[in-house]
């Protein structure tokens, strides 16, 4: 993975992407990007309102009577909605790390129809808003229920509750974080000024890394942090991904995924280090099956590995991606593991059979930088750096999506446990925000109530 770092630790570079930004004959300045050498906003309208004042949210009644999800004052500026989309596309350019040639794949991508509608929008706050490290890490962002979101937001870890219609900071990374749980022989050891790279939140526990090897683990219903270290020293071993996942006996276990192109393996209780794999390359992002015994292992390589998650040992290789991986999920049924990629898709790989992929989704116009399935199994999300999430219905082959069009970079995806919510958090200097969408009722009587 590249090596570069926020070092504001408030918006990402954008200029990685190279985005050059719409302008009309009258100059108007720009939307959905940033500059780290300007501190001024840098979207196309500044609003009247101040960033953390309810009225700059948006709900569900608002867009029926026209309002922009985001709040955006389209009919205030100089151009259209649908003219800055038309140019958004025209001249994003997508991040390579490889130039291998990409001609052929188009042919390989399954013919979608995008028109459905899975997910209702629902409500967008400003009151919250994702920021992001590294502009190729972008798991920032889970559900633990339809009504509570945790995001990263600067040095904090910010919890929202959707119902409450208000945050609050869980965990704050500034300060010096001094583990609660510091058995003889932890590697346990205090942290500050955390730069968080990567997080999860699963079991009441959120797991976080950083970008200089730190990984932190917090019972969300306990005060402080119960541990926190840095797994890995070296000038380049920014942790990527985190994953907790129950093994076959059923203890927790925590998995890391660092650019030192190494995967750790923590045990859930007492957060020792259980295990150590080493690969060719950076790991990007790890996850594991449901049932625990295989790992998916996805980095500075076209190539995705499928491991042992108890000795480490490859099992398979999966072939087809061009570019670098940095996202990957398991269908519930165990069976289908879904990874993303540099060169604009996912690829959907039946572990029954994995001489190729059995399905190749494409996104609109950049990297497939993180995937999520419901837990019913009955849709899969991915989202590109900005503007674009898509969600497909499985039981349809992945034949019918939903496309979810918006401004600015995507922070993470998450559906809640119970997958009737999806949120979308969006990382912009004005119009970063959480987005929330509601998973679509055909039942006539609440049909009739809403």
Not at 41 to 60: G, I, K, R, V, Y
Not at 293 to 314: F, I, W
Request: proline content about 3%; aromatic content about 10%.
């Amino acid at each position: 993975m590249e090596q570069f770092p926020n070092h504001e630790l408030e918006y990402i570079v954008y200029d990685y992407y190279d985005i050059t930004d719409f302008e009309d004959e009258n100059d108007s300045p720009r939307i959905g990007s940033s500059s780290m050498d300007d501190d001024s906003s840098d979207s196309d309208f500044e609003d009247d309102f101040e960033l953390n004042n309810p009225m700059t949210d948006t709900s569900a009644l608002e867009v029926k009577k026209g309002k922009d999800i985001q709040g955006i004052p389209w009919g205030r500026l100089n151009f259209t909605r649908e003219e800055y989309r038309e140019s958004r596309l025209k001249q994003y350019k997508n991040y390579e790390s490889l130039s291998l040639s990409r001609e052929d794949l188009e042919k390989e991508c399954k013919k979608v129809e995008k028109g459905h509608n899975f997910y209702d929008f629902q409500f967008n706050t400003r009151l919250v808003k994702s920021t992001i490290v590294h502009f190729q890490l972008r798991n920032l962002l889970w559900a633990t229920s339809k009504h509570d979101v945790y995001l990263t937001q600067n040095y904090s870890v910010m919890h929202w509750s959707s119902m409450l219609k208000k945050s609050r900071e869980v965990l704050n990374v500034a300060r010096p974080i001094v583990p609660t749980l510091n058995s003889p022989g932890s590697a346990a050891q205090t942290l500050a000024r955390v730069q968080i790279s990567t997080m999860t939140v699963k079991d009441n526990l959120m797991v976080a890394g950083g970008f200089q090897g730190e990984v932190m683990c917090k019972y969300l219903n306990q005060p402080g942090v119960a541990f926190c270290t840095k797994v890995a020293t070296d000038e380049n071993a920014i942790t990527n991904s985190v994953d907790v996942y129950h093994n076959p006996s059923g203890a927790t276990r925590i998995i890391t995924a660092n650019n030192d192109a190494q995967v750790r393996v923590l045990d859930g209780g007492n957060f020792s280090c259980l295990n150590r794999f080493t690969f060719p390359w950076s790991v990007n992002n790890i996850s594991a099956s449901l049932d625990g015994k295989l790992l998916a292992v996805l980095g500075d390589s076209p190539e995705c590995l499928l491991a042992d998650a108890q000795s480490g040992k490859v099992v398979s290789n999966l072939k087809g991606h061009l570019d670098y991986s940095f996202a990957s999920a398991w269908h519930p049924d165990g069976n289908i593991l879904a990874t993303g990629n540099q060169d604009t898709t996912c690829r959907l790989w039946d572990v029954r059979n994995l001489s190729e992929s059995v399905q190749v989704l494409k996104g609109r116009m950049g990297a497939i930088r993180t995937i999520q399935f419901t837990s019913d199994g009955r849709f899969m999300a991915m989202a590109e750096p900005a503007d674009f999430v898509h969600v497909f219905d499985t039981k349809s082959d992945y034949a019918a999506g939903q496309e979810i069009d918006l401004f600015g970079e995507i922070a993470g995806i998450s559906f809640s446990p119970d997958a009737d919510a999806l949120f979308v958090g969006v990382s912009d200097r004005t119009y970063g925000s959480l987005l929330e969408f509601n998973r679509r009722s055909y039942d006539s009587y609440l049909n009739c109530i809403f």
